[in-house]
Nanobody
Framework: QVHVVESGGGLVQAGGSLRLSCTAS????????MAWFRQAPGKEREGVSC????????YYLDSVKGRFTISRDNAKNTVYLQMNSLKPEDTAMYYC???????????????????WGQGTQVTVSS
């Protein structure tokens, strides 16, 4: 059984930093793509960043480029999202997603992923 669990969200002032973590249990350590999505109230869920099973980061939402960095530790079945220079518009529920694949790819599209976590709230105050 696969479980995806996020952690690390919280309340931070604008300009601050947070690091989100996501652990996926029940999956082969280097056999899945992972991604971070976010959803603000009244808005659609959007892809923030994704990383291939080999650790190559592939996609960043334009508005987070240069501020957010995705990484993964396959030995720990964990993916991270380091978020720096946070802005109030980054406020959202952040979700982690995973998909088993034998190919070295990932996607920022919601429908690509099979497994989802429950989300962790990030709130950035101005």
């Amino acid at each position: 059984q696969v479980h995806v669990v996020e952690s690390g969200g919280g309340l931070v002032q604008a300009g601050g930093s947070l690091r989100l973590s996501c652990t996926a249990s029940g999956l082969t350590p280097d056999g899945y793509a992972m991604a971070w999505f976010r959803q603000a109230p009244g808005k659609e869920r959007e892809g923030v960043s994704c990383i291939r099973r080999t650790g190559i980061e592939t996609y960043y939402l334009d508005s987070v480029k240069g501020r957010f960095t995705i990484s993964r530790d396959n030995a720990k079945n964990t993916v991270y999202l380091q978020m720096n220079s946070l802005k109030p518009e980054d406020t959202a529920m952040y979700y982690c997603a995973a998909r088993e694949t034998k190919y070295d790819l990932c996607s920022g599209v919601v429908g690509f992923y099979t497994y989802w976590g429950q989300g962790t709230q990030v709130t950035v105050s101005s």
